[in-house]
């Protein structure tokens, strides 16, 4: 979109940034990309608001994170000169931003990743981002004592996938980049919710440079910890079935001790958002705006077009927080969709 057609009577004023996120942006602004910020007339027409689509697609790796990692892998470096190997355990897209910062920036990536996750993500850590791959199997407890093992060995530095403030600075400056974007006139932003990292950089910033911007949080019903734990003011330490269930494989971590206090502070809502929903929405994302979204993505869109934000809401940020897509398991995502869903 033409950011000239839109109203500029709000100014910005960075200074009320905060310092970490201000050093964050200036630490990493070398490496990465400005995201750009895309609408739709169709969309925009069917639900009857402005949507505006922070498309971090377009990010290195495909997706927000090397925003926070390499603010972490930047930080550590800075910390102790000496260090070359760097540790963390992911399957996804956390895994990927890792690898490609230590390639960037000359350290060795070692990355735990559950013998579950697929193969050609695994091949995709080893063979374009040079990092050596640890399987374990698939639990926390595993993942962190494998961990542990390498950095015995190695003496390395552990980056933790998401309960690190240097992370959530990083993020926050999407929060400012699309503020800048849109001139500051948004109601609202979505945020996808998992470990909470994103939501806890973005909503601080919102809130620091204009406090009556509403920031919610969309999270899948089949991994709704943040939903719970924001409701009852206590953080939740386990999915209600044991396990989470969802299609949003970005989404499955639980808030952490370190996201749930600023997502308390700052955020003014947590949306749910039914499987049907958001593969509803995955389809009109790809169909409409052209833009290939991951589910996790998805589920901000899905918010709206289930008309679940307050009715006031009428100009809405919605944040396409990667697009990581497994393409072979798109029929599976279709068949999903309610047959009573709209068609857009």
């Known amino acids: 979109f033409n ?67 390499l ?5 550590i470096r800075q910390d102790n000169p000496d260090v070359r190997d760097v540790c963390t355990h992911s399957s996804g897209n956390h895994a990927q931003a890792v690898a490609w910062g230590c390639q960037t920036l000359g350290l060795k990536g070692h990355i735990v990743v559950p013998r579950t996750a697929p193969a050609v993500k695994q091949a995709a850590l080893r063979e374009t981002y040079g990092a050596t791959v640890y399987n374990c199997e698939p639990t926390q407890t595993a993942r962190e004592s494998t961990c542990e093992k390498i950095l015995k060995e190695t003496g390395g530095a552990f980056l ?26 948004l109601d609202c932003i979505l945020v996808p919710i998992g470990g909470g990292g994103l939501i806890s950089g973005v909503s601080r910033v919102v809130k620091a440079l ?18 719970r734990s924001f409701d009852n003011k206590e953080r939740v330490t386990a999915h209600t079935e ?33 499987e049907s929903e958001i593969a509803h929405s995955l389809k009109v994302t790809m169909e409409r705006l052209k833009v290939v979204v ?5 589920t901000g869109l899905a918010a709206v077009l289930s008309n679940k934000l307050p009715a006031d809401m009428k100009k809405v940020g919605v944040i396409l927080e990667g697009g990581n897509l497994d393409v072979s398991r798109i029929p599976e995502y279709l068949k999903l969709i309610d047959a009573s869903a709209p068609a857009i």
Do not use: W
Not at 210 to 227: L, M, N, S, T
Not at 247 to 269: A, E, H, N, R, W
Not at 294 to 298: F, K, Q, V
């Open 210 to 227: 204009k406090p009556q911007i509403k920031v919610f949080g969309v999270e899948p019903e089949g991994a709704d910890d943040a939903k």
């Open 3 to 69: 950011r000239d057609d839109m109203e500029t009577h709000f100014q910005l004023d960075l200074s009320l940034v905060p310092p970490d996120v201000q050093e964050a942006e200036k630490r990493i602004r070398p490496y990465i990309h400005t995201t750009p910020v895309m609408t739709n007339s169709t969309i925009d027409k069917f639900t009857g608001r402005q949507i505006f689509f922070k498309c971090e697609v377009f990010q290195k790796t495909g997706c927000f994170k090397p925003r926070g990692d």
């Open 71 to 75: 603010n972490g892998l930047l930080l």
């Open 160 to 185: 933790h996938p998401y309960a690190d403030t240097r992370l959530h600075a990083g993020h926050a400056t999407l929060g400012v980049e699309f503020m800048q974007q849109t001139s500051g006139v």
């Open 294 to 298: 991951e589910p996790s993505a998805a």
């Open 242 to 274: 044991g396990k989470p269930n969802t299609i949003c494989d970005g989404l499955l971590s639980l808030i952490g001790d370190s996201t749930f206090g600023p997502m308390q502070k700052y955020v003014d809502g947590i949306i749910s958002v039914t």
